[in-house]
């Protein structure tokens, strides 16, 4: 059941990339409530977003509440949606896909859990 579920948001994330390119707008937003940094910062996403989070750069760096350099990067091994956002602390990998790992490590816990 729990690799059923995991099998379609796998295919729902496929379609929600294709279909919603802004998507990773979204994710950078989220991957920075992760982080106090606010400044020299590199963001690297996929070749298939650049061109998106580039035509919107300028209202995400407003609503992320930028301080200082922050340098958006191409980066040619991500896939769509992938993002990973490098920090003086560490990296954040905010990707989708990291993400839906992490709901499926949840619903194997809650399978483990009722048995």
């Known amino acids: ?33 992760e982080t106090s940094f606010r400044e020299n910062l590199q963001i690297y996403v996929s070749e298939e977003d650049y061109d998106t ?11 992320i509440e ?17 993002c990973i956002i490098e920090t003086p602390a560490g990296n954040i990998d905010c990707s989708l896909d990291s993400q839906l790992q992490e709901v499926k490590k949840e619903l194997y816990l809650l399978l483990e859990k009722s048995e």
């Open 1 to 33: 059941m729990v690799q059923l579920i995991g099998d379609i948001l796998e295919k729902m994330i496929d379609g929600v990339t294709r279909f919603h390119p802004t998507t990773i707008l979204y994710l950078i937003k989220k991957g920075f409530e």
């Open 53 to 63: 989070v580039l035509k919107y750069k300028e209202d995400l760096l407003q609503d």
């Open 66 to 82: 930028s301080e200082g350099d922050i340098v958006f990067v191409k980066e040619s091994s991500l896939q769509a949606g992938d």
